[in-house]
């Protein structure tokens, strides 16, 4: 627990002051993110089972990650069927045929998600709207932790993860929506109860769903963290699963609703 505080006390502040400043800052810690991140995806692939080009994945994972401020015509077009033949040709050169489905699936997962955080940042108020997502997103995951540790009974998923009980989920879905709640207000987001209320609500049930997704690799490869970089947390990757799913939802939610 004091590991996890510890890393929580400087981990938090780093992410949200790249936010608040934007890019080029905030692509160059997402990009490093990315790349730490993907190394452990790709290391899970390989202790489930599968075959990777965990080379060209660490590579193509942060392109995925910067189609969104790169120039014509570094779009997103253009990257998917770069990394569609490249992982296509090298499947072929080593007689791997299915490797080229993980190592392109590997860098969807990490690269694309997260650079709909990039997105959200270039939107009308895009810092604030980060910033809440951000928020949002750890108080769930901080919630549920420690409600789980002190009130969990039932288990939620336990093929998947036994450390999951729905009270922690519940005490997740709680935070998250207080959180919101208070941010929408604190940060003057365009948007009022009726709509932050189902924002937090969304936040938890992604958040939890990224976590979830992630401890189903982990239960694949036999392992309980995904590295070791993040003390009292486990790998980058451990910490960004939910922040994967949620990022994507706040960017359409705020595109198609303010």
Same mark, same amino acid.
């Given at each position: 627990m004091r590991q996890r505080a510890i890393t929580a @006390? #400087?981990? &938090?502040?780093?992410?949200?002051?790249? @936010? #608040? =400043?934007?890019?080029p800052w905030l692509a160059?810690?997402?990009?490093? &993110?990315?790349?730490? @991140? @993907?190394?452990?995806?790709? *290391? =899970?692939?390989?202790?489930?089972?599968g075959n990777t080009f965990t080379l060209l994945g660490v590579v193509l994972t942060p392109l995925f990650l910067l189609s969104v401020p790169l120039p014509f015509p570094l779009t997103l077009p253009f990257i998917l069927t770069l990394a569609l033949l490249s992982c296509l040709l090298v499947s072929l050169v080593s007689k791997n045929p299915l490797g080229w489905l993980w190592t392109l699936g590997g860098a969807l997962y990490i690269g694309w998600l997260l650079s709909f955080l990039l997105a959200l940042r270039g939107v009308e108020g895009g810092r604030e709207w980060v910033i809440l997502a951000l928020l949002t997103t750890f108080a769930n995951d901080t919630s549920a932790f420690f409600s789980g540790r002190a009130w969990g009974r039932h288990h939620l998923l336990p093929s998947l993860s036994p450390g999951k009980t729905w009270e922690g989920g519940i005490g997740g879905v709680l935070a998250a929506i207080l959180v919101c709640l208070a941010l929408t207000y604190l940060l003057d987001l365009p948007i009022n109860y009726k709509l932050a209320i189902p924002l937090g609500l969304l936040i938890a049930i992604f958040a939890q769903s990224g976590d979830l997704v992630e401890s189903s690799l982990k239960r694949a490869a036999g392992v309980k963290d995904s590295g070791r970089l993040l003390p009292g947390h486990g790998?980058? =990757? *451990?910490?960004? *699963?939910?922040?994967?799913?949620?990022?994507?939802?706040?960017?359409?939610?705020?595109? #198609? =609703? &303010?």
């Open positions: @006390a #400087w981990f &938090t502040p780093l992410i949200l002051g790249v @936010a #608040w =400043l934007g890019n160059l810690i997402l990009c490093l &993110t990315s790349l730490f @991140a @993907a190394r452990e995806l790709y *290391d =899970l692939i390989s202790k489930a089972g790998g980058v =990757l *451990d910490r960004f *699963d939910s922040i994967l799913f949620t990022s994507p939802l706040v960017y359409y939610y705020v595109i #198609w =609703l &303010t």
